[in-house]
Each structure stands twice: as structure tokens, then as C-alpha cells.
């Protein structure tokens, strides 16, 4: 399964998702608030990456978060890891 890195601080997440999607998972599981919509933590996790990264983070769908999160070097798959 592919791993990732999610560098939304100083001390990268580290997590293993079957795609670059995947992230969002990863990084709900470190976020200090439970925010039980996906939408609404989409929001506020994009609100959240625009700050670190002083760029626009689209979040309108999981697809364009992923692609924006990669393109702005806030995520990236690391390596292959086997199984």
C-alpha cells in the first residue's frame, strides 16, 4: 500500500492509504476538535492548509483538496511499502 507524508506542521504524518485521498483520514485522526461532518472539516482543514502554505486549497470535493494539498508540497506519497 503506498504511504504518504502530510506535512500540515512541523512533525509530518506519516499514514498508509490506498491513494493521496487518503489524507484527509490521516489527518483527522491528530485534530485536536471532533468534527463529525466531512464537509465541514474539509472546510476547516482547507482554511488550515491555505494559512501554512499562503496558498488556495480547494476543498470542494476530496479530489481537488488531494491535488492542491500535492501541488503546494503539503503531501506526498514517500515510497511503495509491501505488504
Known amino acids: 500500500m503506498p504511504k504518504f507524508l502530510l506535512k ?7 499514514f498508509e492509504a ?3 485521498e487518503g489524507f484527509l483520514d490521516a489527518w483527522k485522526s491528530v485534530f485536536p476538535w471532533e ?3 466531512n464537509n465541514e472539516f474539509m472546510r476547516m482543514a482547507a482554511r488550515s492548509a491555505c494559512d501554512w502554505s ?3 486549497i480547494r476543498f470542494d470535493n476530496i479530489s ?3 491535488n492542491d494539498m500535492i501541488q503546494n508540497n503539503m503531501l ?3 515510497r511503495d511499502v509491501q505488504s
Open 64 to 66: 481537488s483538496f488531494a
Open 18 to 20: 490506498p491513494n493521496a
Open 54 to 56: 499562503g496558498k488556495p
Open 35 to 37: 468534527v463529525t461532518d
Open 76 to 78: 506526498e506519497e514517500v
Open 8 to 14: 500540515i506542521s512541523e512533525d509530518p504524518i506519516e
